[in-house]
């Protein structure tokens, strides 16, 4: 939708209902384009962003294999023997 800024005036709250629905709304002057109203992308409050991390870090959790113990390398890493297997 394509719109004066001199009409715009008048309808601004309309207007914003419209952006914030998805539809393209555009103010000119002089039948040049100058503004277009678009909605704002909805910031994640921390409460979500915790969420999600503490999602993340399960699913991670999850993933992980446990491996050989550090301590005890030696037993993988050298045979009966002394020697690298």
Do not use: C, W
Request: glycine share 8%; hydrophobic share 40%; aromatic share 2%.
């Amino acid at each position: 939708m394509k719109i004066s800024v001199s009409e715009a005036k008048g309808q601004l709250t309309e207007l914003v209902k419209r952006a914030e629905a998805g539809e393209e709304v555009v103010l000119t002057r002089h039948g040049h384009q100058v503004v277009r109203l678009t909605p704002i992308a909805a910031s994640v409050n921390s409460k979500a962003r915790r969420a999600l991390m503490e999602e993340v870090r399960a699913a991670a959790a999850a993933k992980v294999l446990p491996g050989p113990d550090a301590a005890h390398s030696q037993d993988f890493l050298y045979g009966d023997d002394g020697l690298p297997t």
